[in-house]
């Protein structure tokens, strides 16, 4: 899947010599596989999931408890990673020089309670940033592109993000949809341009467990084109079950 790749890349270092180039080509390389590989693990651990799921219940089995909420027994087994997501993550993407991850380092929010999102949107996601409840989100891509939208109101209890559906089009975000624990969807941020295909990722333990809820997302920015402003163009999702034992 790095044939592309490698040629791209060999046209735009072919005055470098051979053992930086040979260095270059060996980190791009371990880049790619390693974050194929960490995205593999991360949908299989979300597979696992789907089974070991129901021993979150197995306390409705002691005595008069039959009505009790599933809990998971501790924050390690109850959270639930999807991603990092992004073109370079796609094994039959098209891998560019530009994917290398010194190009594009992850923003760093920490797990918490999610109060709110700002979207800002056109053709593209031009920009996201999450507003926590005990940290400052740190905004991904171009804050004045697109169209701004704002989801109000969020909070841990009755009203959160079980679901994300984020779109891939160019070599960025082209779209994202926010699915709530009410069962409402928000509409597609994004995806401005008609009759353009995206490729579509639904990120969401258990198909849209309410017992989940988003509680992280790290993003990284890329360009869609070399004359189109920075988007998003990466990102990671955390989810973390509603009750956590003590």
């Known amino acids: 899947t790095l044939n592309s790749y490698d040629k791209e890349l060999r046209e735009k270092v072919k005055d470098v010599p051979y053992e930086a180039y040979d260095n270059l080509i060996d980190q791009a390389v371990t880049y790619v596989n390693t974050e194929i590989n960490k995205k593999a693990t991360r ?12 021993t979150f219940a197995l306390n409705k089995f002691l005595p008069n408890n039959s009505n009790a909420p599933t809990i998971a027994p501790n924050r390690t087994i109850g959270t639930i990673y999807y991603g990092i997501y992004g073109k370079d993550t796609f094994p039959n993407g098209n891998h560019g020089p530009e994917d290398h991850n010194a190009l594009h380092p992850m923003s760093s929010d920490k797990p918490d309670v999610i109060a709110g999102i700002n979207v800002h949107c056109g053709f593209f996601l031009d920009c996201l940033k999450v507003k926590y409840k005990n940290q400052i ?15 109000r109101g969020l909070d841990e209890k009755y009203n959160y993000v079980v679901g994300v559906n984020v779109h891939f089009r160019e070599r960025v975000i082209s779209g994202i949809q926010f699915v709530m624990s009410d069962g ?9 341009e008609a009759n353009q295909k995206t490729t579509e990722i639904k990120c969401g333990p258990i198909g849209y467990n309410n017992d989940f809820k988003l509680v992280g997302i790290q993003m990284a920015e890329s360009k869609a084109t070399e004359h189109y ?9 955390i989810f973390e079950h509603v009750r956590i034992a003590q």
């Open 43 to 54: 949908q299989s651990n979300a597979e696992f999931m789907k089974m070991y799921l129901y």
């Open 137 to 151: 989100g740190t905004p991904t891509g171009n804050e004045q592109g697109g169209n701004a939208f704002t989801i």
């Open 184 to 192: 409402q969807t928000t509409q597609i941020f994004g995806n401005g």
């Open 229 to 237: 402003n920075l988007c998003v163009g990466h990102i990671y999702l």
